[in-house]
């Protein structure tokens, strides 16, 4: 299958998720990603806000947990800059102060920037992942440039509410392997 034909067929996979299943997926997600993820070490995380529209993971979860269990750990959250087409990631001081964007997108305030330089983790939005690692995402490429501008050592996880295909098979230079991905039944290391 090519790319677009992924995109669309997990998309409408994720789409037919009822309210319920969505609801009962995003929490095992949650549970599963603090079973198996190591925060100790960890003092910058940013993680996607989930287009919900699009049954994209309910992250939420993951930042309200965090933000309880783990109160000395920062979190940043993704922007768009419209002017140079990249994504920016800005501390989350209070959820409260988000915004949504006309996509439907929840955006901070271009107030805190979080230097690339000192995420340790990158919580990775994707419709499709494959058994080596690949993710594809909407295809215009944010997360793997901003992938690019990050330490070696930050860890890139991808959250999917869906198993993985065996094979992506049209992989390209610029596509960044994740390190791990968490689903709602367990955890793949790569």
Same mark, same amino acid.
């Given at each position: 299958?090519?790319? @677009?034909?992924?995109?669309?067929?997990?998309?409408?996979?994720?789409?037919?998720?009822?309210?319920?299943?969505?609801? @009962?997926?995003?929490?095992?997600?949650?549970?599963?990603?603090?079973?198996?993820?190591?925060?100790?070490?960890?003092?910058?995380?940013? =993680?996607?806000?989930? /287009?919900?529209?699009?049954?994209?993971?309910? %992250?939420?979860? =993951?930042?309200? &947990? =965090? @933000?309880?269990?783990?109160? +000395?750990?920062?979190?940043?959250?993704?922007?768009?800059? %419209?002017?140079?087409?990249?994504?920016?990631?800005?501390?989350?001081?209070? *959820?409260?102060?988000?915004?949504? %964007? +006309?996509?439907?997108?929840?955006?901070?305030?271009?107030?805190?920037?979080?230097?690339? +330089?000192?995420?340790?983790?990158?919580?990775?939005?994707? *419709?499709?992942?494959?058994?080596?690692?690949? &993710?594809?995402?909407?295809?215009?490429?944010?997360?793997?440039?901003?992938? *690019?501008?990050?330490?070696?050592?930050?860890?890139?996880?991808?959250?999917?509410?869906?198993?993985? /295909?065996?094979?992506?098979?049209?992989?390209?230079?610029?596509? @960044?392997?994740?390190? *791990?991905?968490? %689903?709602?039944?367990?955890?793949?290391?790569?």
């Amino acid at each position: 299958m090519t790319k @677009q034909e992924l995109r669309k067929l997990y998309l409408e996979k994720r789409l037919s998720l009822s309210e319920a299943e969505y609801n @009962q997926k995003s929490e095992a997600l949650c549970k599963i990603f603090f079973e198996n993820v190591n925060l100790s070490a960890v003092n910058v995380l940013h =993680i996607f806000l989930p /287009i919900t529209k699009k049954r994209e993971p309910n %992250t939420f979860l =993951i930042i309200e &947990r =965090i @933000q309880k269990e783990f109160p +000395s750990i920062k979190i940043s959250v993704p922007k768009i800059n %419209t002017e140079t087409d990249t994504l920016e990631s800005f501390y989350l001081n209070n *959820l409260d102060e988000l915004e949504l %964007t +006309s996509w439907g997108i929840p955006e901070p305030p271009s107030v805190n920037p979080t230097p690339s +330089s000192v995420i340790d983790v990158v919580l990775v939005p994707l *419709l499709v992942f494959d058994e080596t690692g690949h &993710r594809l995402g909407y295809g215009k490429g944010f997360y793997d440039r901003f992938l *690019l501008t990050c330490k070696a050592s930050c860890k890139k996880i991808g959250l999917s509410l869906l198993p993985p /295909i065996e094979k992506i098979s049209t992989i390209e230079d610029h596509d @960044q392997k994740l390190d *791990l991905v968490v %689903t709602p039944s367990k955890t793949f290391y790569f």
